[in-house]
Each structure stands twice: as structure tokens, then as C-alpha cells.
């Protein structure tokens, strides 16, 4: 089992930054690749990036490549996902999921998921 536990979120103007944080506990953390995901009201949860077990391979989706960074920590259990030059349409609520060994870019794939953290951006 991994539990995974997402924070960093928040309330923000256009333009602004923010940066999540995904802290895993459990199995050995540098075993999984992490994936970022997130949900607005009445859509589908999407894709938002990945990040491969080393962290030196990552992929993003292309509504947010070139604003979002996604990095990891692995001797403090931890995945970050940095996001700068915030839109309105960024507003969802931001997942962290684990899958093990390969990276994955399908909700349906990954094993474990956090709570969420709720990203509001206001214009």
C-alpha cells in the first residue's frame, strides 16, 4: 500500500504560482512513477503530468507544458508539481497517483490516489 496525501493548494489571481506537494508513506516511494491529475465541476478528471521514478523523465499535457513542473524528492517521499502563469481555467481540484515502476498517463492505470487539493484561480 501507498498512501498519498496532496497539499499546496489555495487561492490565486491569474498569473500567480502556486506548488503542490504529494507526500507518500508506505511502500518504497522511488518505486513508483507519480502522476498529477485533476477534476473541475461537471468534467472528467484529465491528465496534467507524470513523472518517472528517478525523476528524470517527465511528460505534461499540453494545456499546461511550459507552465507546470513537475519534480520529485525521493529521500523525503515527496513529488511536486510547480505551477506558474495560473489560468481561471486551471481551477480543479489536483491529484496525486502512483503507479508501480512505469509511468502511466491514464487515470484508469494508476494503483493508489490522494485526496485532492483544491487549486481556485481567479481572474
Known amino acids: 500500500q501507498v498512501q498519498l496525501v496532496e497539499s499546496g493548494g489555495g487561492l490565486v489571481q491569474a498569473g500567480g504560482s502556486l506548488r503542490l506537494s504529494c507526500a507518500a508513506s508506505?511502500?518504497?516511494?522511488?518505486?513508483?512513477?507519480v502522476g498529477w491529475f485533476r477534476q473541475a465541476p461537471g468534467k472528467e478528471r484529465e491528465f496534467v503530468a507524470a513523472?518517472?521514478?528517478?525523476?528524470?523523465?517527465?511528460y505534461y499535457a499540453d494545456s499546461v507544458k511550459g507552465r507546470f513542473t513537475a519534480s520529485r524528492d525521493n529521500a523525503k517521499n515527496t513529488v511536486y508539481l510547480q505551477m506558474n502563469s495560473l489560468k481561471p481555467e486551471d481551477t480543479a481540484v489536483y491529484y496525486c497517483?502512483?503507479?508501480?515502476?512505469?509511468?502511466?498517463?491514464?487515470?484508469?492505470?494508476?494503483?493508489?490516489w490522494g485526496q485532492g487539493t483544491q487549486v481556485t484561480v481567479s481572474s
Open positions: 508506505g511502500r518504497t516511494f522511488s518505486d513508483y512513477a
Open positions: 513523472i518517472s521514478r528517478s525523476g528524470t523523465t517527465t
Open positions: 497517483a502512483a503507479h508501480y515502476r512505469t509511468v502511466v498517463l491514464r487515470a484508469n492505470e494508476y494503483d493508489y
